[in-house]
């Protein structure tokens, strides 16, 4: 029997046991899933983001199904830079994998004070700074649809913490890339995408929105095309590690990330359906490498096979 | 709380679009309480994609066999899909989950149904004549056809009305409730009342006890996406100052789905 493949990955700094993640907004603060997620199986979570100030969230509803998908308007309900502190790192201390902590701040200022929070509380293995939530108003997409607003961002925290920094991006742009690089160049360590797509649904009958907010983020396995193009676009274009994401719903999802380039993937929407999703990601990756005979799986990341003049893309243009 | 898997022991339509199943669970799965609820994959495809949340109709325990019982009734794509799954077919659910009842001792307990919301009605019924405890229960529905379960109903007194009159009080269980309360054999401190129904019914029957401070628990209904309380996608509006705090959503899967109904801000609550 050939022996275990390797599974470890490293985001900058950090080094992943496993590929797999559960990303942010998903799983809480990983203690809701206690019962249902071997969290010492997966590689991690992404927590639920924190931003500077207590949010209640929006109104109802805030999810609705749609084919192949959920759309929400959570708007980032959570207790604030110091409820964090104070109630989520005691949990976040006991949980038995690598922890992510998501931040977004209303501006510059707020960012550095959530990154510098978040930092001294020794509790995050690494801080995703979202900048693409589509769900808290006319602010949300502010940082990661400007490369220079984005940048602004990156700059003002990189100098604020040892920890590996992880720019989450929203797929609503025309060259996804273009922002990519922008943190890439301002030191971030690895960036993730996709954020939901900003999406809709209606209601003919009452002639209503169904979302409270009437627009929302659209997840789910019909995100999952759009998902892999745009990490196929961000791989080329930058040298940092990508974290791919949108529609993981089927272990062998996982496999196409990793193989488009992604060095690790983060599951959503679907574990609520299926909570044991994120080990089954996990057990798949490591039967394909071993099904594939490579002593890593760092040797699968990007191991997508296209023929040498297809498929190059740069900053959004096809080669 | 636990992930199980179950089989359909019964997917049966009692009446056109209303259908009871029947759920075989493992031992693993907890003994549920009258309120609570399950998170059902309801079919074993990725279609649809979302668990659908029911409320339990009752709890079936024979021997070494568990069963969840659920009444439920075809109103979109979830319940669609659930409608076609044969005898023994496997799923899984996510349960027992949320607050159930929470009767007070010595109250006469006051259960007011609406249509199909008389589901968890149904279980705390069974659960009050097991403790002995008498209770008065109040079913409205458009007909008499729609009456499911009045029958099996024991240990209580039993007042039924129908929007069309084909039997009991010819009109809606609120005003069955108010005809009931009017006789004065009880008291805001000697009863208190548990309702489930449509929401606007629910709302009726809030601002009633609310202007005669009767304690009300209601059971909501709404979609989930988690249920565990994580995902923060159902969120119950509160009167300004309710509960310490009109600016807080409470998620419905973990601080309901019963809640006390005076404190409910029905208007934003779809």
């Known amino acids: ?319 | 709380m636990n992930l199980v898997g179950c089989s359909v022991v019964e997917n049966r339509e009692i009446t056109p679009g209303n259908f009871l199943l029947t759920l075989k669970v493992p031992r693993g799965f907890a003994r549920p309480e009258p309120g609570q609820f399950v998170h059902l994959r309801v079919s074993p495809e990725s279609e649809p994609l979302l668990r659908r949340p029911y409320s339990l109709e009752g709890f079936v325990e024979r021997g070494k066999i568990r069963a969840v019982r659920i009444y439920y009734s075809v109103v979109g794509r979830g319940s669609r899909v659930l409608a076609s799954q044969p005898k023994g077919q496997e799923l899984d659910l996510i349960g027992p989950l949320g607050l159930g009842f929470t009767p007070r001792p010595r109250r006469a307990p006051i259960l007011v149904a609406g249509g199909r919301g008389v589901a968890p009605l149904l279980f705390f019924a069974r659960r009050l004549r097991e403790k002995k405890r008498p209770f008065l229960f109040l079913f409205g529905a458009r007909s008499a056809r729609e009456l499911y379960g009045v029958r099996e109903i024991r240990g209580g007194r039993i007042h039924l009305a129908t929007d069309d009159g084909s039997v009991g009080y010819h009109g809606s269980v609120l005003d069955l409730l108010k005809q009931q309360w009017e006789a004065g054999e009880h008291t805001r401190l000697t009863a208190e009342i548990f309702t489930c129904g449509p929401h606007g019914l629910l709302h009726e029957v809030a601002a009633f006890a609310g202007e005669l401070g009767i304690r009300c628990e209601a059971s909501l209904e709404g979609p989930m996406a988690c249920a565990v309380g994580a995902c923060r996608g159902c969120p119950v509006p509160l009167l300004s100052g309710a509960d310490g705090d009109g600016g807080r959503y409470p998620a419905m899967c973990i601080e309901g789905p019963v809640m006390d109904a005076t404190i409910v801000d029905w208007e934003r609550l779809p």
């Not at chain 1, 997620?37 to 500077?52: N, Y």
């Not at chain 1, 999810?63 to 830079?81: K, Q, R």
């Not at chain 1, 550095?112 to 509380?121: A, F, I, K, R």
């Not at chain 1, 890339?177 to 649904?201: H, K, P, Q, R, Y």
Request: glycine content about 10%; aromatic content about 4%; charged content about 20%.
């Open chain 1, 1 to 319: 029997m050939t022996p275990s493949p390797s599974l470890t990955v490293r985001v900058g700094s950090l080094t992943l046991r496993n590929p797999v993640l559960v990303a942010s907004g998903i799983i809480g603060y990983g203690i809701e899933y206690e019962r249902l997620v071997d969290l010492s199986a997966i590689g991690g979570i992404v927590t639920k983001t924190v931003t500077r100030h207590a949010r209640a969230g929006n109104p109802p509803p805030r999810v609705v199904e749609t084919p192949a998908g959920m759309l929400n308007s959570i708007g980032i309900e959570n207790p604030g830079l110091e409820g964090f502190l104070e109630l989520k790192v005691p949990i976040l201390r006991e949980l038995p994998c690598a922890v992510i902590v998501s931040v977004e701040g209303e501006d510059v200022r707020e960012f550095c004070e959530l990154v510098e929070g978040v930092s001294g509380s020794g509790v995050a293995h690494a801080i995703e700074v979202n900048i693409s939530c589509p769900n808290v108003g006319p602010h949300g997409l502010r940082y990661s649809t400007d490369a220079d607003m984005a940048r602004e961002v990156m700059s003002a925290i990189r100098p604020l913490t040892r920890l590996p920094l992880i720019a989450k991006l929203t797929p609503n742009v025309t060259r996804i890339a273009e922002i990519a690089v922008a943190c890439e160049s301002c030191g971030a360590d690895a960036v993730s995408l996709v954020n939901t797509f900003v999406g809709m649904a209606v209601d003919s009958r009452t002639r209503k929105p169904i979302l409270g907010t009437v627009v929302g983020g659209l997840s789910g396995p019909a995100i999952k095309p759009l998902a892999l193009a745009k990490v196929w676009e961000v791989v080329q274009a930058v040298d940092v590690p990508v974290i791919g994401m949108g529609g993981i719903t089927h272990p062998r999802d996982a496999i196409e990330f990793l193989l488009v380039g992604s060095t690790a993937v983060q599951v959503g929407t679907a574990l609520f359906s299926n909570p044991e999703l994120a080990e089954a990601c996990v057990a798949e990756i490591e039967a394909y490498a071993r099904r594939a005979e490579v002593p890593s799986v760092a040797d699968l990341i990007g191991a997508l096979d296209v023929p040498a003049e297809r498929g190059m893309i740069r900053a959004g243009k096809i080669l």
